[in-house]
Nanobody, 121 residues
Framework: QVQLVESGGGLVQAGDSLRLSCAASGRTFRNYAIGWFRQAPGKEREFVARINWLGSRTYYKDSVKGRFTIDRDNAKNTAYLQMNSLRPEDTAVYYC??????????????WGQGTQVTVSS
């Protein structure tokens, strides 16, 4: 069992930055990949970024490459998503997930409750 808690969301203006955190407890955080997903109103949940267990490999959705950075601190059982140059289309509920890894929701067995990110134009 693992518990994931996201934080750091909020209301910002276009061009601003936010840093989301994903704090984990329960099972061994460092053994699993972490993925960030988002879901906008009326849309399917979509992959945003992922990082392997060691933190040595990262993957991003094309539209966030160069603007978002995923990283993790295994000593603190926490993963992060640094989001720069935010756009209105980034508005969504952001979720972190733990699992073997991949870019599909089905690749992850544990999810946080989500944190709202709203970007105004």
């Amino acid at each position: 069992q693992v518990q994931l808690v996201e934080s750091g969301g909020g209301l910002v203006q276009a061009g601003d930055s936010l840093r989301l955190s994903c704090a984990a407890s329960g099972r061994t955080f460092r053994n699993y990949a972490i993925g960030w997903f988002r879901q906008a109103p009326g849309k399917e949940r979509e992959f945003v970024a992922r990082i392997n267990w060691l933190g040595s490999r990262t993957y991003y959705k094309d539209s966030v490459k160069g603007r978002f950075t995923i990283d993790r601190d295994n000593a603190k059982n926490t993963a992060y998503l640094q989001m720069n140059s935010l756009r209105p289309e980034d508005t969504a509920v952001y979720y972190c997930a733990s699992g073997p890894g991949g870019s599909s929701s089905g690749d992850y067995g544990y999810w946080g409750q989500g944190t709202q990110v709203t970007v105004s134009s």
